[in-house]
């Protein structure tokens, strides 16, 4: 079946626009994470949601970024005001249950480069 | 707050020897750990997961230990191969409750 799909899969946007990304998770997948990577370190934790519940946001650099994923499955990414420091790799994942024993699923990552 | 510390120096071996990765933590045991390996340009894509009661796992060429009173897991690959090169990744998970984090990442390369 189908990964985990995100859009766009390369932004450029001007500094001081908003953008929102995109992740749509494999079909029944109950927890969606959001990761960002710098090259040569491993995912940064953002956020997750187990269903539509944000159960924890502590890895928000800051309140220009926030997350939503109100149906419990398509869930979007939104940084407002970009700055240049918020140009990253933003990978997302899911998983098919809330245990801690279950397997992320990443998708293949949005290139946000903001100019 | 808990700490994960990898192999920040990229390990080189020859082809057909037995890699070590290491992933060490601090403060108290997680639940489970999670080993991942990621090629350049993709995620992460999950490979093996050790329980805290469990003191080691296998699959095909791959082994990961748990020591909870060294505070470390340790990752071996068998018979190496080149195309075993990637950087893999560790991530504790502390309870069902809690988010899933990750190390840095210890970047491998198999020579012929």
């Known amino acids: 079946g189908a990964g985990v799909s995100q859009s766009p899969r390369y932004k450029v946007t001007k500094r001081g626009q908003d953008v929102a990304l995109r992740c749509d998770p494999i079909s029944g997948h109950v927890s969606l994470y959001w990761y960002r990577q710098a090259l040569g370190q491993g995912p940064e934790f953002l956020t997750y949601?187990?269903?539509?519940?944000?159960?924890?946001k502590s890895g928000l650099p800051n309140d220009r970024f926030s997350a939503e994923r109100p149906e419990g499955s398509i869930s979007t990414l939104t940084i407002q005001r970009t700055e240049q420091r918020d140009s990253a790799m933003y990978r997302c994942?899911?998983?098919?249950?809330?245990?801690?024993?279950?397997?992320?699923?990443f998708g293949n990552g949005t290139r946000l480069t903001v100019t | 707050s808990q700490k994960i510390e990898q192999n920040s120096e990229a390990l080189n071996i020859q082809e057909g020897k037995t890699a070590t990765l290491t992933c060490n933590y601090t403060?108290?045991?997680?639940?489970?750990l999670q080993w991942y390996r990621q090629d350049p340009g993709r995620g992460p894509v999950f490979l093996l997961l050790i329980r805290e009661n469990e003191k080691e796992k296998r699959k095909e060429r791959l082994k990961v230990t748990f020591d909870t009173t060294l505070k470390q897991s340790l990752f071996h690959i068998t018979a190496s191969q080149p195309a075993d090169s990637a950087t893999y990744l560790c991530?504790?998970?502390?309870?069902?409750?809690?988010?899933?984090?990750f190390g840095s990442g210890t970047r491998l390369s198999i020579r012929p």
């Open positions: 991530a504790p998970v502390y309870s069902s409750a809690s988010k899933i984090i």
């Open positions: 949601f187990n269903y539509e519940a944000q159960q924890d």
């Open positions: 403060n108290y045991s997680p639940a489970y």
């Open positions: 994942a899911s998983s098919i249950s809330t245990l801690g024993n279950s397997p992320l699923h």
